[in-house]
Each structure stands twice: as C-alpha cells, then as structure tokens.
C-alpha cells in the first residue's frame, strides 16, 4: 500500500516528503509519510502514518485512496487494542490512553500520562510480586508438609502481609486521586428560592451562565456547567429551588432538582444569611436531602448581613459565610469543596478507572481475610490467590474478552 500510495520505497521510521498518489498517478495531496515496521510501532504491526494538509477535502481524498488500497476504517480503540494484544503496553496503560485525550485538566493529563508511561501498572506488579512471594511461602507447606521451612513461620506470614497491605492501601489512595481528577465530582446546589443558587453558580463559572433574578422560582430546570477548581474537575449543577409549587413547568424542575439529588457527591445547601433567622422553606429544603450524602452549609449575601467571611463547624457540619455577589468567602468554599470530595494534593497520582478501584477493593479484602486466616493455610493461600486474580484484572493479566471489547468500544476515536 505505501508503495502504491507515494510511488516510492519507504525507509523504515523516516520521514520522507513525498506526494499521495491517486489511481491514475495524479497527485492528490503532498506531505510526510512515516513508516515504521513491525515490531517498532505502536501497534507492534506495519504502520503508515500520512500527515498531509488539513483540508477536510483533501483529506477525505486521500483516505477514500487508502480504502480503495485495501485498508478499512478502524473500529473506536482498535488501534490501542493492537497494541496490548502484541504485548506494546498492558491493559492499565491502554486505558490512560483514552484518559489522556479525555483530559479536561492539567493535573488530569499529567496523571494519565504517568499511567500511560507506567507507574501505575509498575506498582501494581510490585505488588503482585510480593504476593507471589508470599503464596510461594504458603504453598510450599501445603506441597511438602514434612518439611520444617523456617521461612513459612507464621510471624513472619503476618508481618510480610502487613507490609503488601500497607502497600495496597498506598496504592489504592493514589489512585482514588486520579478517580477524582478523570470523572469529577458532581456537585449540587439546592437552597429555598431566591438563595443565590445561580449567583453562586455564575461566580464558580466566571460568566453568565445562569440567569439571576430576584422573582422566585426564576430556574425552572437544572443547569449543568463543568469546571475546575484549582485543577480538580467539577460538574457544578444549579437546580430549581425546592418549594410546593402549582406550576406546571417548575414542579417539573423541582422533581428534576430531587433526582439530581440521589446522584450528588457533594450537596452545597444554599441560606440566604440576609433573612437573619432560619425560614421555613429552609428547613423545607434541608428535610429534602439525602442523609448520606456529604454537605456544605453556604451562608450567602453576607454583604447584605455584614457578616464576615469564613467557616464554622456546628454539629461536625461546616457553615461556611460568603458572598457569591461579591466573591467574598470563595477561598475557603473552595478549600473545603476539595476537602470533602475527598481530593488531597499528592506526587505520584495514578489516573484510575471505577474496575481499578474495585479490583483494589476486592484485592484488600482478601488480604483482610487472609489475615484472619493464619491459621489455616489452605484457606490463607486461597484468599492470597484471589487477591492476586483481582490485581491482575488492572492490568489484564487475565481478563475475558468481552471485558477487553467493553473497554476499547469506549473510545471515542479509532485510536
């Protein structure tokens, strides 16, 4: 295909400026063709790769003259599937890949590029590689029982398994950093109409995304907008104000604003301080609320009360006093939003899936399990087998096909 597509021989990872040939011989674009021979690709198969003008015309040109060569369409992923499936990279790695080009923040690409270059798949192998070690000890009392081995003493058991367990839970905070920088946190304002939900919102955003007005009940519907917070995505949802209502459109909005609610990370509960004393749609709003969900009280138009900024704690709840008017108190809501997402400033964040976490998950507790099982080898070396099962599904060490198939049909590209 190179051959026939630029009219010349190709040097392997060279660039060379060449034209794009048509079937007639007629030059449909001119540009750099790179080829790069199997294993040295990023495929680990024989690649072209054409950089040519950008022209979606000239483009479609010379793609339709690829296909008529005998090339197909790739499939969403497919060329990151090649390459675990030829060994270039293992599943962790293939996955940070759509991470990178997803992307929606600094911290966030410079986490999945960490992955892409594999420190989270190396720490995962660490730790495979003490359980390993740990089974072989285990195992070899189960194979030769007649033999005194000093090193499968149980004290010695325990403490090595403390030390894999102490490692994982490292591992494990790692990556629920990186969980919170690829999704995000979904963040939901709520309070009694006229609270300042969409000033709050408009601040938080640096534009005129939500209407403001002083005539209650002025959002009817949930406004989506996603940001960053010191580098940590957030997906910030302005809702209708919570009240009994007779119209039509807002009660629809309201319902909207309660479904919102059971899917919420963080629920930030609007007061409007200038009233000087709790009103009953407050409370209203505040009897609404998911008990589990973590919340942020938000003292608002402290510029009416002439309350000063800052936080205080009241039965374990933050109560923070701010203006969305006038941005005063944005510091400190900020601080404690990241604070209660769970995001703490850290070297070395992994960019993670939900399956990394739950395979971390499911690894810990057979490691809890093993522990009460010290006494028992068989039992002891079963939970460490599947400790290690769970670990290697990170990076596809063993993993069904049809897993492999739902990761890469979620890329958005045929990359």
């Known amino acids: 295909?190179?051959?026939?597509?630029?009219?010349?021989?190709?040097?392997?990872?060279?660039?060379?400026?060449?034209?794009?040939?048509?079937?007639?011989?007629?030059?449909?674009?001119?540009?750099?063709?790179?080829?790069?021979?199997?294993?040295?690709?990023?495929?680990?198969?024989?690649?072209?790769?054409?950089?040519?003008?950008?022209?979606?015309?000239?483009?479609?040109?010379?793609?339709q003259r690829c296909l008529e060569l005998g090339a197909r369409l790739a499939q969403p992923g497919e060329f990151t599937q090649r390459a675990f499936l030829n060994d270039k990279m293992d599943?962790?790695?293939?996955?940070?890949?759509?991470?990178?080009?997803?992307?929606?923040?600094?911290?966030?690409?410079?986490?999945?590029?960490?992955?892409?270059?594999?420190?989270?798949?190396?720490?995962?192998?660490?730790?495979?590689?003490?359980?390993?070690?740990?089974?072989?000890?285990v195992e070899a009392t189960l194979d030769f029982p007649e033999e005194e081995i000093e090193i499968s003493d149980r004290q010695l058991c325990a403490s090595r398994l403390a030390t894999l367990r102490g490692e994982l839970a490292r591992i494990a905070g790692l990556a629920k950093q990186g969980s919170i920088l690829r999704e995000g946190a979904q963040v939901v304002l709520v309070g009694a109409p006229n609270a300042g939900k969409s000033s709050l919102l408009n601040r938080f955003a640096g534009e005129e995304v939500a209407l403001v007005s002083e005539i209650p009940g002025t959002t009817r519907d949930s406004i989506r907008q996603s940001?960053?917070?010191?580098?940590?995505?957030?997906?910030?949802?302005?809702?209708?104000?919570?009240?009994?209502?007779?119209?039509?459109?807002?009660?629809?909005?309201?319902?909207?604003?309660?479904?919102?609610?059971?899917?919420?990370?963080?629920?930030?509960?609007?007061?409007?301080?200038?009233?000087?004393?709790?009103?009953?749609?407050?409370?209203?709003?505040?009897?609404?609320?998911?008990?589990?969900?973590?919340?942020?009280?938000?003292?608002?138009?402290?510029?009416?009360?002439?309350?000063?900024?800052?936080?205080?704690?009241?039965?374990?709840?933050?109560?923070?006093?701010?203006?969305?008017?006038?941005?005063?108190?944005?510091?400190?809501?900020?601080?404690?939003?990241?604070?209660?997402?769970?995001?703490?400033?850290?070297?070395?964040?992994f960019m993670a899936r939900a399956r990394h976490l739950e395979a971390l998950s499911a690894a810990t507790e057979h490691l809890d399990a093993a522990e009460q099982q010290l006494d028992r080898p068989e039992l002891f070396a079963e939970e460490l087998r599947q400790a290690q099962e769970a670990l290697n599904s990170i990076t596809g060490e063993f993993s069904a096909d049809d897993l492999l198939g739902e990761i890469f049909s979620r890329f958005c590209i045929g990359k």
């Open 91 to 137: 599943l962790a790695q293939a996955e940070s890949v759509a991470d990178l080009i997803d992307a929606t923040t600094e911290q966030a690409a410079r986490s999945a590029m960490r992955s892409l270059q594999g420190e989270f798949s190396a720490a995962i192998h660490g730790a495979v590689s003490q359980l390993i070690d740990l089974r072989m000890l």
């Open 227 to 349: 940001m960053q917070v010191r580098g940590v995505p957030l997906h910030l949802i302005d809702t209708a104000g919570l009240r009994e209502t007779t119209d039509v459109v807002e009660q629809m909005g309201i319902d909207r604003t309660r479904q919102a609610l059971t899917r919420a990370d963080v629920v930030l509960v609007l007061l409007d301080e200038s009233q000087q004393r709790a009103e009953p749609e407050d409370q209203a709003v505040r009897a609404q609320l998911p008990a589990q969900t973590p919340r942020l009280y938000l003292h608002n138009k402290i510029d009416l009360s002439g309350h000063q900024p800052g936080v205080e704690m009241r039965e374990e709840k933050a109560h923070i006093y701010l203006s969305a008017k006038t941005g005063a108190g944005m510091a400190v809501l900020e601080e404690k939003l990241l604070e209660i997402i769970g995001w703490h400033q850290e070297t070395g964040v």
């Open 1 to 63: 295909m190179a051959t026939a597509l630029t009219g010349r021989q190709l040097t392997p990872r060279l660039a060379s400026y060449t034209s794009f040939l048509a079937a007639d011989s007629s030059t449909l674009d001119q540009g750099i063709a790179l080829f790069f021979s199997a294993p040295h690709s990023y495929t680990g198969e024989e690649v072209l790769e054409l950089q040519g003008h950008g022209g979606p015309a000239v483009l479609q040109s010379v793609l």
